[in-house]
């Protein structure tokens, strides 16, 4: 059993990104309970969490942000079996700012996502592999918020096999599909194709893992080819670390259509001293043409950020953090540009630890 427990406050120039937004300040307090079982061939974990926030400005009214996530892993001698699943709650304004830009003070997101993945091995260096994968969104809020953020249902499912190439090096090639189905009229969408995945790992020093895959896509009644990438590379040192990622791939969006972005993220860390961490990451997350001219997003999203943490004690970190936003609204060529400060303290206890 490990709780966590933390208070932030922070100053925001422009909340919601939006013109003529006022800058206000929030409150946060954070409670988080983990819990674990583990035996010798399977592991249960469950991990509720609930978020309160008060609001400086009247237009922000209280809000909190529930969620609830579980896995359960399996291990056998020749086969594993891994599923989670979860369930949130959330006000727009922790769900959209990177995603539709559509917030509302009064609206909230209720998503659900669960996913599987079965694995037998043949030989010691062959497996074969199944996944699949639900996640469901609904939105609450005024009347009209149903047209604008209709939600969906996401189905994704894949099959292939694993080829473990050397100590280093594991080769993946499978084929997948999703279907995304909307209550917005013509929002229903499907895409399926293949896909090859190679991993290197040397090491605790570099990690690179390369996946492409082609599809033939079906987006509100266009048929069309498409690839998509995800890559992402970590190297470690002494007392830092450097990792980057690019994907592009089709996203499901809250006004019930699949998207395709581009993301572009970059991240590292330093370790200052014994008791004393640096941070800094970068996000850029653009849309194509289409997304942009059909009114479903911005033409990107923009985010810059760095912390310092400091360990105060054994149980206790303080964090500072600083952030600053660029997006253009939905519709608009001006980029609107905001800033946030933030500090965060926050209480974890040593875990509680029973054996048997």
Not at 182 to 192: I, L, M
Not at 257 to 266: D, G, K, P, S, Y
């Amino acid at each position: 059993m490990q709780p966590i427990f933390s208070w932030a406050a922070d100053f925001d120039s422009n909340r919601n990104l939006t013109p003529g937004a006022d800058s206000s300040e929030q409150a946060v307090l954070s409670a988080d309970l983990q819990l674990q079982r583990s035996m010798e061939n399977m592991a249960v974990m469950l991990e509720p969490k609930f978020d309160v926030r008060r609001f400086s400005d009247s237009e922000w009214g209280p809000g909190d942000d529930r969620s609830l996530a579980g896995s359960f892993d399996w291990q056998r001698e020749r086969s594993s079996l891994n599923l989670k699943a979860s369930i949130a709650n959330q006000n727009t304004l922790s769900t959209e700012l990177q995603e539709t830009g559509i917030i509302n003070t009064d609206t909230r997101r209720r998503t659900t996502q669960a996913s599987t993945e079965l694995d037998l091995l043949r030989t010691e260096e062959h497996l074969f592999f199944t996944q699949v994968a639900y996640l469901g969104s609904s939105y609450s809020g005024p009347a009209y918020i149903e047209y604008e953020l209709p939600g969906y249902r996401y189905e994704s499912a894949a099959l292939g096999e694993r080829f473990i190439l050397s100590e280093h090096y594991t080769l993946s090639v499978s084929a997948f599909g999703d279907i995304l189905q909307s209550n917005r009229f013509g929002g229903s969408s499907h895409e399926a194709g293949a896909q090859v995945d190679l991993t290197y790992t040397h090491s605790e020093k570099y990690n690179l893992d390369v996946a492409v895959g082609e599809s033939k896509r079906s987006l509100a009644g266009d048929t069309s080819n498409g690839t998509n990438i995800n890559a992402v590379g970590t190297r470690n040192f002494e007392r830092s670390s450097v990792s980057l990622g690019y994907s592009r791939s089709l996203v499901p969006y809250g006004n019930g259509f699949l998207v395709e972005r581009q993301q572009i993220t970059a991240a590292a860390r330093y370790s200052l001293t014994a008791y004393l961490d640096a941070d800094v990451s970068l996000i850029r997350i653009t849309n194509n043409s289409q997304t942009v001219r059909l009114g479903l997003d911005r033409r990107f999203y923009d985010n810059a950020g760095g912390g310092l943490n400091w360990k105060v004690s054994e149980t206790w970190t303080l964090r500072t953090e600083a952030s600053s936003s660029w997006t253009p609204p939905i519709g608009s060529q001006h980029t609107l540009h905001e800033w946030r400060a933030a500090l965060i303290m926050t209480w974890r206890p040593l875990p509680k630890v029973v054996s048997r």
